[in-house]
C-alpha cells in the first residue's frame, strides 16, 4: 500500500512527527491516543519559528492554516489567528491535540440536542498549554480573545492534506 508523506521541515517540528508516528502505530482508541499525544506535544512544543515571518502574519479575513506534515494517520498544522478571529460551531473527522503558541484560543463547547444546541463548558487555552479531545462530544467554536495574533500547533488523526480539512460536520443550530 502506497501511503503518501508530505513534510515541510521546519524547527521542531521533526521529534513531533516521530513521537507522534510511534503513538498511532500503537493502534489505541481516539480517546487514548489524543491524550499520548498531548502529553508528547506538552514535552516537545515548538517554538514560533515552526513557522515562517510570513506565514505568523496570518490574513485579515480569516485565521489561516498551514499544513507542515500529512500522512494517512495523522496532519500535523499551524494555525494563525489574528485577534478577534474565530471558526463557526463545529466538530471533527477524528482525535485532535493542540498546543498553544501565542494568543488566546477561547474555546466553547457545546452538546448537540438535536433540534439546538447547549453550551457544556468554556476554557481559555493560552501560550505553553496543550490539550487533545476525540469524537463524540467534541462540537466546539474557538476565537483568539487576546490582542495580539495567536499561532497553535494542531494535530489530527486524519490525512487534512486529502481531506481538505479537519471539520467534519459545521452546526448551525440554535444555542439555547
Same mark, same amino acid.
Given at each position: 500500500?502506497?501511503?503518501?508523506?508530505?513534510?515541510? &521541515?521546519?524547527?521542531?517540528?521533526?521529534?513531533?512527527?516521530?513521537?507522534?508516528?510511534?503513538?498511532?502505530?500503537?493502534?489505541?482508541?481516539?480517546?487514548e491516543t489524543a491524550l499520548a499525544v498531548?502529553?508528547?506535544?506538552?514535552?516537545?512544543?515548538?517554538?514560533?519559528?515552526?513557522?515562517?515571518?510570513?506565514?505568523? &502574519?496570518?490574513?485579515?479575513?480569516?485565521?489561516?492554516?498551514?499544513?507542515?506534515?500529512?500522512?494517512?494517520?495523522?496532519?500535523?498544522?499551524?494555525?494563525?489567528?489574528?485577534?478577534?478571529?474565530?471558526?463557526?460551531?463545529?466538530?471533527?473527522?477524528?482525535?485532535?491535540?493542540?498546543?498553544?503558541?501565542?494568543?488566546?484560543?477561547?474555546?466553547?463547547?457545546?452538546?448537540?440536542?438535536?433540534?439546538?444546541?447547549?453550551?457544556?463548558?468554556?476554557?481559555?487555552?493560552?501560550?505553553?498549554?496543550?490539550?487533545?479531545?476525540?469524537?463524540?462530544?467534541?462540537?466546539?467554536?474557538?476565537?483568539?480573545?487576546?490582542?495580539?495574533?495567536?499561532?497553535?500547533?494542531?494535530?489530527?488523526?486524519?490525512?487534512?492534506?486529502?481531506?481538505?480539512?479537519?471539520?467534519?460536520?459545521?452546526?448551525?443550530?440554535?444555542?439555547?
Amino acid at each position: 500500500m502506497d501511503m503518501a508523506t508530505t513534510t515541510i &521541515a521546519r524547527p521542531g517540528l521533526e521529534p513531533i512527527v516521530s513521537g507522534v508516528s510511534e503513538v498511532v502505530a500503537r493502534r489505541l482508541d481516539a480517546h487514548e491516543t489524543a491524550l499520548a499525544v498531548a502529553a508528547l506535544l506538552r514535552e516537545r512544543l515548538p517554538g514560533l519559528d515552526v513557522l515562517t515571518p510570513q506565514e505568523r &502574519a496570518g490574513s485579515p479575513d480569516r485565521y489561516v492554516s498551514h499544513v507542515l506534515h500529512a500522512e494517512e494517520d495523522f496532519s500535523v498544522v499551524g494555525v494563525v489567528w489574528r485577534p478577534g478571529q474565530d471558526t463557526v460551531i463545529h466538530d471533527h473527522v477524528s482525535w485532535c491535540t493542540f498546543g498553544i503558541l501565542s494568543g488566546i484560543e477561547y474555546e466553547t463547547l457545546y452538546r448537540d440536542m438535536g433540534d439546538h444546541l447547549v453550551e457544556i463548558g468554556r476554557a481559555e487555552n493560552r501560550p505553553g498549554e496543550v490539550s487533545g479531545f476525540a469524537p463524540p462530544g467534541d462540537i466546539h467554536k474557538v476565537r483568539n480573545t487576546s490582542s495580539e495574533t495567536g499561532v497553535s500547533l494542531h494535530i489530527y488523526g486524519a490525512d487534512v492534506s486529502r481531506l481538505g480539512s479537519s471539520v467534519r460536520r459545521v452546526y448551525d443550530l440554535p444555542v439555547r
